[in-house]
């Protein structure tokens, strides 16, 4: 059962923060976070496992909800090149198949 | 360059044909992925295989096979091709669990005409 994530898209000036969210039905073994520029291959940013660790990558971190089976990703005083789309993968427990949401595009304006 | 490697990078057929897709993992990876992605729409899993076994399976049609060899390369097999098939094609590799994440080919781009 694929992901839900919001919002579907935010524009951004340069140095502004956003948060993207990522929530399950079911119960969530992990998370992944890729990025997607715009005729290339999804990039990995990080994985997040059950246990509610925070994770991050230069100014861009995320956090795991284990009670609310959410995940949020949050881009701290955005750049030019965090423009993309941004997808959480979504992973249950003893099941192998890793699905993804819809995407959030991000566009951050100098 | 990711490390894996898919080819062709684009591909234009008939509807009603066959092509193959090919993926070559990244070296030391032993899971291989595949994944549809229609015109700006989401990454749809089709199929995981591990070390030559099936793994797991998405909403994989029943025209497309796929399977991968005890070299570890993968192939994608789509039949009587349809013009809802034209789309870009992922294969994505890791290792046994991902816990380290996927690592994404370049993508062959299917059109079906």
């Known amino acids: 059962q694929q992901p839900v994530q919001s919002p579907q898209a935010v524009i951004l000036r340069e140095g502004e923060d956003a948060v993207i969210n990522c929530s399950s039905s079911?119960?969530?073994?992990?998370v992944h976070w890729y990025r997607q520029k715009h005729g290339e291959a999804p990039v990995f940013l990080m994985i997040?496992?059950?246990?509610?660790e925070q994770k991050g990558h230069e100014k861009i971190s995320a956090s795991f909800n284990e009670k609310k089976q959410q995940s949020s990703l949050y881009l701290t005083a955005s750049q030019l090149s965090y423009s993309g789309t941004y997808f959480c993968g979504t992973k249950g427990e003893m099941n192998y198949k890793l699905s993804f949401g819809a995407g959030t595009t991000v566009t951050v304006r100098a | 360059d990711s490390g894996v490697t898919q080819t062709p990078k684009h591909l234009i057929t008939a509807t009603g044909q066959r092509v193959t897709l090919r993926c070559s993992p990244r070296s030391g990876d032993l899971s291989v992925y595949w994944y549809q992605q229609s015109l700006d729409q989401g990454l749809q899993f089709l199929i995981q295989y591990y070390n030559g076994e099936e793994r797991a399976k998405g909403n994989i049609l029943e025209r497309f096979s796929a399977q991968q060899f005890p070299d570890l390369h993968s192939e994608l097999n789509l039949s009587s091709l349809e013009l809802g098939d034209s789309a870009l094609y992922f294969c994505a590799s890791s290792d046994g669990a991902g816990v380290y994440g996927y690592t994404f080919g370049s993508g062959t781009r299917l059109t079906v005409v």
């Open positions: 997040l496992l059950k246990g509610g």
């Open positions: 079911k119960a969530l073994y992990s």
